[in-house]
């Protein structure tokens, strides 16, 4: 699916920063519920009316880990893998100049053929991002991208996603 509608920005102070050179790549914790979605769109009538419109009954609620893919020097989020849950996802979210509408393309993650996204995602940043890039209006940053930094970030990203998912599946069978 593809919105004009951007992606509810990272929480700063519940995103972890990791840089790496031209990237900057945030892990968060992330509880979507409908009433902060209409919160972060209440200023923008057409945005708000586009979430109506995309929300499922009840409106969108997920929870997980959020790996946020940013240009270090204008801090874009180009790239967003949400591994949510119920709806694991992917973004590319393109801006074609800076305050441009946005091109916020959503991508399911079928965890059937593609088993847990968090090894998945970290793959694709490891293998496929600089296409990846290209494909979200980030191009500029290939040439600037230094693969051992980017490695070295996504060793720390792993760590932390990983503690994070099993805590809260702890917290799951102690709560069951």
Known sequence: MIYSLPPQPPVTENTHLHPAGA??????????????????????????????EASPDGGFTDEGVSIHVCGTDDGY???????FDDKPHYHYIRREAEGSEVSNRVVEF???????????????????????????????????????????????????????????????????
């Open 77 to 83: 989020e180009y790239l967003r893998f949400d591994l």
């Open 23 to 52: 990237l900057t790549i945030g892990v968060e914790y992330r509880n979507v519920d409908p009433a902060a979605l209409e919160e972060t769109y209440a200023d923008n009538e057409a945005l708000l009316t586009e979430l109506r």
């Open 110 to 176: 079928d965890t059937v053929a593609g088993g847990s996204m968090l090894p998945w995602a970290l793959e694709r940043i490891r293998t496929r991002l600089a296409p990846m890039l290209i494909e979200a209006g980030g191009g500029y940053l290939v040439p600037l991208l230094d693969e051992a930094l980017i490695a070295s970030a996504l060793d720390d990203v792993y760590q932390e996603a990983d503690a994070v998912q099993r805590a809260r599946a702890r917290q799951g069978r102690s709560a069951g």
